[in-house]
């Protein structure tokens, strides 16, 4: 499938909402591949079942501050470079690329990627969503090597990392990423296509690119952009459920950089009374209190969106005053597996909360 | 020439003095050796003029924090996995290794290093002394590139470095060697043989080694040990004035490690009244007043050896209640250039005071 101007706007949209408020702000990716496109440029979409099983297949992505991606530009080499060095590590041409994170611009980037290489984008990736942290993708969570890896920077930087600790991994990529500016560019998790099959989040771009359609259709029609959102995201069959968790005003905001990461908490007040929802973020929303009362929490997704516009509004955007209507929607199911919940669920994140179900605590399982 | 077990160990006395205060603490190091030497390991030690012009000679050592260097072992295949690494990356075999600093344990470890790997070590290092960052390097200071470097952890991580910017190599390399526990081994400006001796510091293993017989010598002798050392020094060619700044005992000391350094300063009251030194450092000892009044300054030698055996004093190893005399020496004529000035002079660590020669500070070069 080619992806065009609509279907990457589409997936700009929904890669957004699938950030969970992370995986960086998708605009900056959206211009330069509609500047890609207008060059003649092509965006390649394969399906996982297409891959040879011995294909050399990459995923890629930004890594770092979110409040720094919007601040920095990118030198427009650092992909290629890190896509090359990797071929040059393994000694073999790499067959496609995949994002490491469907959410935020990270779910767009691989599309250049891809495309200054030659070589397709899987309809797949690493998170099903955005993670703040490396070891949060499903690759490491069922145990694979994510080097070696190369991390490339704007001033030119390139750094190869081998380690067979995905935790180091990640601490070293995070510690690059600060030394550098506060945001580079890594390719990570090297698979083979059999592996890819095994494991990659299949379906995900489509997903997004559904999912923002439906949005943008719902507006084009005059209906309601959250009740589209919500029937594709079940449609995809890797978000079964969805819906809204709070209206409101944003009456607080504290956010802060700190090591690499954008940090902080939000506060929504319902309009006339109506209570109060509380978000927690690393990058990412990772946990929704209404009055106290925990609604959403890590890995299911939780995103903050324009209440008029059903525009997505990553941490990093948040501000004081907008009116917003916070979403949540079910992870995928491999993002809820026991051994998948001791890298993404509350307690990787430090909350004492144990992991419940997002349509559980909302009764959306009851029909 | 071989280095035989006296040699060793005048080396990491010589070391130890030439390391002002930093360098890693030689004890280890010479540990280390002592067992290689047992185990019938040889260290082969090559002058610069021996070396082919189109030879690859390698400067290495450790980068951290030496307080952490004193507590966290290495695994001991951090310099053998790095060097190797370094000849895949530029596809062929290392002929001889040196010291990138000659000054503490980093003035020993190359020769483990080396004989790990089958190659000489060269009678040359990159700094003269011990300094605490990369780009302070001779190599640096002469325009050459520290890349590609290779970086390696006792916990098995490796990372290769490419930056055209020394200053974001050293950079990089610190924030790796947070990440991977504080300390790391380091393999970096790659050298022809005809850049080792056009660019490197020679004959500093040699008067290291000189340093350290003479004290060994006149304490067997019972002579005055300081004496013994100042002539060696200078009749080394190297550091043409050294004598004793002060004699004292330890009454304040400050140290902290932060941003991977050792980082304070030490307060020393004369004997029965007589004034007052202080000295502050990161990693080492940068300058010495007395009384008030500059006595010595970076790129000089400024080291605090033990007032009845001689022994240096790392900073790391200070302590209240020391009785100690400061030494200082002249640095090589190399560190004294208007161009090295800029990258070791005061001014390179935040001191507002210009640079002059420890022979004008203390007369000595009235004879």
């Not at 942290?133 to 390139?158: D, K, R, W, Y």
């Not at 600060?178 to 698979?191: F, R, S």
């Not at 990412?284 to 939780?302: H, Y």
Request: one cysteine or more; aromatic letters at 6%; proline letters at 4%.
């Amino acid at each position: 499938m080619r992806i065009d101007r609509t279907a990457l706007a589409d997936l700009a949209r929904g890669a957004a909402f699938l950030g969970s408020g992370g995986g960086g702000d998708p605009y900056y990716s959206l211009l330069l591949g509609e500047a890609e496109l207008a060059r003649g440029e092509t965006f390649e979409l394969v399906t996982l079942d297409s891959l040879a099983d011995d294909a050399l297949v990459v995923p890629c992505g930004w890594i770092g501050a979110p409040t720094v991606s919007v601040e920095k530009l990118p030198s427009g080499r650092e992909a290629l470079a890190g896509l090359r060095r990797l071929e040059k590590e393994l000694g073999r041409k790499i067959d496609a690329v995949l994002p490491i994170e469907i959410g935020g611009g990270n779910g767009l980037a691989p599309l250049m990627s891809a495309a200054r290489l030659g070589v397709p984008v899987v309809d797949a990736d690493g998170m099903g969503r955005a993670f703040p942290e490396s070891q949060m993708a499903i690759f490491n969570i069922h145990g694979l090597s994510a080097c070696p890896s190369v991390l490339t920077a704007a001033c030119g930087s390139l750094n190869v990392i081998e380690t067979d600790d995905n935790l180091v991994h990640e601490r070293v990529a995070r510690a690059l990423s600060v030394a550098l500016g506060g945001i580079a560019h890594m390719v990570e998790y090297p698979l083979t296509g059999a592996q890819a099959k095994a494991h990659a989040i299949g379906g995900s771009v489509s997903a997004a690119i559904a999912a923002g359609a439906a949005i943008r259709e719902a507006r084009e029609k005059g209906e309601d952009p959250f009740e589209a959102l919500y029937a594709a995201l079940a449609a995809s069959g890797l978000y079964p459920f969805a819906g809204g968790l709070f209206d409101g005003k944003i009456v607080d905001l504290e956010r802060e950089t700190r090591g690499g990461f954008s940090v902080g908490r939000v506060a929504i007040e319902g309009f006339a009374g109506a209570g109060r929802m509380e978000l927690e973020f690393q990058n990412e929303n990772l946990i929704a209190r209404r009055d106290g009362a925990v609604v959403a929490l890590v890995p299911d997704l939780i995103t903050v969106m324009d209440l008029e516009t059903a525009d997505s509004i990553t941490t990093e955007r948040l501000k004081y005053g907008q009116r917003v209507k916070v979403v949540g929607a079910a992870a995928p199911a491999m993002l809820r597996e026991a051994r998948a919940l001791t890298f993404v669920g509350p307690a990787a994140f430090g909350f004492g909360e144990a992991y419940r179900p997002i349509e559980t605590l909302n009764g959306w399982d009851k029909g």
